[in-house]
């Protein structure tokens, strides 16, 4: 939800606070690398003090920075928000993953309990996305980031009423694990540059799908809300219908399959965005993306963590979050960049264009450039920019097909 709802929320942050594509970027990525940074010792934490007490101060350092961010009057204040709740959400992600790896032994418990968690996290997402809509078009975007404060005070409620809950005895996971191990498990390496590739792919598309919805086609939060769930509903079922389909199908054919329905998506999401905008093609190519994202979701995690022994999962499970989250750093940052190059070199020529202008028009502003007259050609350089941002998410889609390949021979010798 901190992610789709802060995607949601965007545009109205830019139009308050008057910000370039630069600065909107790292109003996710604040949060996001905060998280990235801190998973890794938290995950190491956990594995000598078990899930817990992260838990619960996470939590707690989660719903205060969502505070400040709701509450923030400038750039810096929201970014510093958005950096803590990164912080709480590394204490808080570094518990479950690893909780769940300790707490099944069956490969088939196993399979269906990393299918409930892909599909917690569709719940999220789509729950993110819906609710932020409504919320940014009634209340504006600050009550979009106050989404998930409720629900993180509802989750900590449930634990601390709850005695058994995240207790996982951690005795037998106190001897040092080396990241080298790590490094050096072929299954769990492919199965991150899996996560790295689909996340990238994916979470660009939160971003950017409702950037170009409201930038070109003029949609309100809410109605782009409403339509953002026909990416994230498939989302939702996928993990746990795939997590059925690997016990009759070989994991590298769901895999490719997976990679192979977002290449389709992404392909009908460029011919829906050529010229006038086709909403019936919008719509497939998100359905499309979604189901493809939806049935990788989980099927990583499980073939990263199985890959490793007991005593390396919440090491492991901090690594593996460590690179989900670089996939949504390199999502705000690839597409945009190409967004940016190809709007500079459309319009820089132009007398009285800055850098920043050129930013801000690369964030879906045209309003800036209407007293010079280039209204129609600043958005033609965007949706132009759009088409190529599509195809270097291609370019990561075809690449993801080449690692499931090389998946099948790694898997058959996992260390």
């Given at each position: 939800m901190t992610i789709t709802a802060a995607s949601i929320?965007?545009?109205?942050?830019?139009?308050?606070?008057?910000?370039?594509?630069?600065?909107?970027?790292?109003?996710?990525?604040?949060?996001?690398?905060?998280?990235?940074?801190?998973?890794?010792?938290?995950g190491a934490w956990s594995d000598r003090r078990g899930q817990r007490p992260l838990f619960v101060w996470g939590a707690v350092v989660f719903v205060i920075g969502a505070a400040v961010a709701v509450l923030a009057r400038d750039v810096t204040s929201l970014m510093a928000g958005r950096a803590l709740q990164g912080v709480g959400a590394a204490l808080l992600t570094a518990t479950a993953p690893a909780a769940l790896t300790l707490a099944f032994s069956k490969e088939a418990d196993r399979k269906r309990a990393f299918g409930y968690l892909g599909s917690s996290g569709g719940i999220g997402l789509a729950l993110g996305a819906l609710l932020a809509g409504a919320a940014s078009s009634r209340f504006g975007w600050r009550a979009a980031l106050a989404l998930p404060i409720p629900v993180m005070i509802a989750a900590l409620a449930v634990v601390c009423c709850s005695?058994?809950?995240l207790v996982v005895h951690a005795k037998s996971q106190r001897a040092h694990v080396p990241m080298r191990a790590l490094l050096e498990n072929r299954s769990f390496m492919l199965s991150c540059l899996l996560c790295l590739l689909f996340t990238t792919v994916w979470v660009a598309l939160f971003i950017y799908a409702p950037l170009h919805m409201q930038a070109v086609d003029g949609l309100d939060p809410r109605s782009v809300g409403a339509l953002m769930l026909a990416l994230l509903l498939p989302a939702l079922v996928m993990p746990v219908v795939v997590s059925r389909l690997v016990l009759v199908f070989k994991i590298s054919a769901v895999l490719i399959g997976?990679?192979?329905?977002?290449?389709?998506?992404?392909?009908?999401?460029?011919?829906?965005?050529?010229?006038?905008?086709?909403?019936?093609?919008?719509?497939?190519?998100?359905?499309?993306?979604g189901s493809?994202?939806?049935?990788?979701?989980?099927?990583?995690?499980?073939?990263?963590?199985?890959?490793?022994?007991?005593?390396?999962?919440?090491?492991?499970?901090?690594?593996?979050?460590?690179?989900?989250?670089?996939?949504d750093i390199l999502a705000a940052i690839i597409p945009g960049a190409v967004v940016l190059h190809?709007?500079?070199?459309?319009?820089?020529?132009?007398?009285?264009?800055?850098?920043?202008?050129?930013?801000?028009i690369a964030a879906g502003d045209f309003v800036v450039v209407e007293h010079l007259g280039l209204t129609v050609q600043a958005r033609a350089a965007f949706v132009d920019g759009m088409q190529w941002a599509i195809g270097a998410l291609l370019a990561l889609t075809a690449l993801g097909v080449m690692v499931s390949l090389k998946g099948r021979e790694a898997r058959a010798s996992p260390h």
């Open positions: 929320a965007l545009a109205g942050v830019q139009s308050e606070l008057q910000l370039g594509i630069d600065q909107l970027q790292w109003v996710l990525n604040s949060f996001i690398v905060s998280y990235a940074l801190l998973l890794l010792p938290f005695p058994g809950a997976g990679f192979l329905t977002i290449a389709a998506g992404l392909w009908c999401m460029h011919v829906a965005w050529s010229g006038a905008t086709s909403r019936a093609i919008e719509l497939a190519a998100l359905v499309l993306c493809g994202a939806g049935a990788l979701y989980g099927l990583v995690d499980y073939i990263g963590l199985t890959a490793v022994p007991a005593e390396q999962a919440g090491l492991a499970s901090g690594a593996f979050n460590v690179v989900r989250l670089l996939g190809v709007v500079r070199s459309a319009l820089a020529s132009h007398v009285g264009i800055t850098g920043e202008t050129l930013s801000q």
